[in-house]
């Protein structure tokens, strides 16, 4: 089976994670800071607060940015569930922004125009979730303005983005009030499970330091009261155990060290794709001269106004040959548990016709030519029967 993305994990990845397991520390140690420091300034940030899964950093951005009871949260439809759950786990309401038929991120007209009807109804929302599909930067420029004229917070969703960059700039260095990055395992750069959220904001970053450790503040300089003793510390807020641990930032540190080298063989095998997909009755994904893809994944939409066969075909047809793709997304605002909100199939029309159609074909470093071209020869014959 040819998965549809996966892990590369080098021998200095395994010698780093030994070095740590054989140190003092395996938890809360000296690495976590050092990974911290270096995956800021590899993105042209002030400061980056590691956690234990991206799902966990978007929860506590939510928090940090004061979303709670009665707030009102807007993210797109086409990304996982964990996107728009985070709001809900803060006592926020959540709703969606359709997608743009062509980048598959949230669509600015759609997006302004919910914010005009909402402004005449009293209803804007306190904060926006743009999710970068597949590694795809969204147009954050235009999403700050729109958030410093109607008065909301952005967090963004950069899970699929690490490496990716925008009008220049690392994706998470500015627009956002912060950006969450996820290292699952079949991620950019993994920490076998963990995440990160990078923000300009020191203020910020401290309380996102004290939600990821149960609220506790540990540093003399924030305490409310007076320091009793070098083992003093404070519970200021109600946080969570989502800490990273030594053992997993050791991994991030060294595969961050070359995720120059994974991105151009993502990028390169992308470029490939264009290539002998050409011709065949597929949408291939977009390229934007302002903004460089990640390339997370890899997705096609089958043109049925150029085909008789449908997407289940092709992916029936792709995995009894040994070739593991996927979809992304099933459109939240479908999920059953969603439907209970009062969303329904109609609603966000361009995801869901997005949806209908895609397919995530492999995509990751180790992918080797022949199997890439193993993938198009099969993908061209489902497409042709």
């Excluded at 728009?84 to 302004?112: K, Q, W």
């Excluded at 005449?120 to 004229?149: S, W, Y």
């Excluded at 074909?361 to 193993?374: F, S, T, V």
Aim: hydrophobic share 40%; proline share 4%.
């Amino acid at each position: 089976m040819i998965p549809y993305s996966r892990q590369e994990v080098s021998e200095e990845d395994i010698q780093a994670v030994c070095r740590v397991l054989r140190s003092d520390f395996l938890t809360q140690g000296p690495t976590i800071d050092v990974f911290e420091r270096a995956f800021a300034g590899r993105h042209q940030v002030a400061h980056a607060v590691a956690v234990n899964n991206a799902t966990s950093g978007l929860h506590i951005a939510c928090l940090a940015l004061d979303v709670g009871a009665g707030s009102r949260v807007w993210t797109s439809p086409n990304s996982f569930v964990a996107s728009a759950n985070c709001a809900l786990y803060c006592g926020a309401t959540i709703d969606f922004v359709d997608i743009d038929p062509r980048t598959r991120n949230m669509s600015l007209p759609a997006l302004e125009d919910k914010l005009l009807r909402a402004k005449n109804a009293g209803t804007l929302p306190q904060m926006v979730i743009p999710v970068d599909f597949a590694g795809l930067p969204c147009d954050l420029r235009e999403i700050r303005e729109l958030a410093d004229h109607f008065g909301f917070k952005v967090l963004e969703d950069a899970s699929h983005a690490t490496g990716a960059s925008y009008l220049d700039r690392p994706t998470g260095s500015e627009y956002a009030d912060a950006t969450v990055f996820s290292f699952h395992a079949v991620k950019i750069v993994t920490t076998a499970e963990g995440g990160i959220v990078t923000t300009r904001d020191q203020r910020l970053a401290d309380r996102l330091r004290a939600l990821r450790s149960h609220g506790v503040v540990r540093d003399s300089r924030q305490f409310e009261r007076a320091c009793e003793g070098a083992w003093y510390y404070e519970q200021q807020l109600l946080g969570f155990n989502f800490r990273m641990t030594d053992v997993q930032a050791a991994l991030g540190q060294s595969q961050l060290a070359r995720l120059d080298e994974m991105h151009l063989r993502r990028e390169m095998l992308a470029e490939r794709y264009d290539r002998l997909l050409e011709g065949l009755p597929v949408i291939r994904p977009p390229r934007l001269a302002d903004r460089k893809s990640s390339w997370h994944l890899y997705v096609i939409e089958v043109d049925e106004t150029r085909t008789r066969c449908t997407r289940a075909d092709v992916f029936d047809q792709l995995r009894k040959s040994g070739i593991g793709a996927n979809v992304h997304y099933i459109p939240i605002h479908t999920q059953p548990f969603y439907a209970r909100l009062g969303f329904q199939r109609g609603d966000f029309p361009a995801c869901e016709h997005y949806y209908s159609r895609a397919i995530s074909i492999p995509l990751y470093p180790a992918l080797r030519l022949d199997e890439q071209d193993w993938v198009v020869e099969v993908l061209s014959g489902a497409l042709a029967s």
